[in-house]
C-alpha cells in the first residue's frame, strides 16, 4: 500500500507559479513511478507529468505536451516527496492536480497507476 498527500495548491495570477508537492508513505519509494495528473471541471483526468525510475539512480521525466517548458516534474526520495513546479501558469492550468505512484502497465508511465492522492485544487486567474 502507498498512501499519497498533496500540497501546494491555491489560487495565483496567469503568469505566476506554484509548486506541488507529493508525500508518499508505504513502500521503498525510490524505485516507484510516480505521476501528476489534473482534472478540470466536466472533463476527464489527464496526465501531466511522470518521473520514472531507470535503474540505479537514473530517472526519466514525462510531460504533457501543453505543459513542456512550464512545468517540471522532480523528486526527493530522502524525503518520499514528489514535486511539480509549475511555472509561468495559463487560467487552463486550472484543475485539481492528483498524484499517482506505481504503474506497471503498458500504458506506463501516462496511465495505469494504482495509487492516488485526494488532490489539490489549482486556479489560475487571467
Known amino acids: 500500500q502507498v498512501q499519497l498527500v498533496e500540497s501546494g495548491g491555491g489560487l495565483v495570477q496567469a503568469g505566476g507559479s506554484l509548486r506541488l508537492s507529493c508525500a508518499a508513505s508505504?513502500?521503498?519509494?525510490?524505485?516507484?513511478?510516480m505521476g501528476w495528473f489534473r482534472q478540470a471541471p466536466g472533463k476527464e483526468r489527464v496526465f501531466v507529468a511522470a518521473?520514472?525510475?531507470?535503474?540505479?539512480?537514473?530517472?526519466?521525466?514525462y510531460y504533457a505536451d501543453s505543459v513542456k517548458g512550464r512545468f517540471t516534474i522532480s523528486r526527493d526520495n530522502a524525503k518520499n516527496t514528489v514535486y511539480l513546479q509549475m511555472n509561468n501558469l495559463k487560467p487552463e492550468d486550472t484543475a485539481v492536480y492528483y498524484c499517482a505512484a506505481h504503474c506497471s502497465t503498458t500504458g506506463c508511465p501516462y496511465s495505469g497507476y494504482d495509487y492516488w492522492g485526494q488532490g489539490t485544487q489549482v486556479t489560475v486567474s487571467s
Open positions: 508505504g513502500r521503498t519509494f525510490s524505485t516507484v513511478n
Open positions: 518521473i520514472s525510475w531507470r535503474g540505479g539512480t537514473t530517472y526519466s521525466a
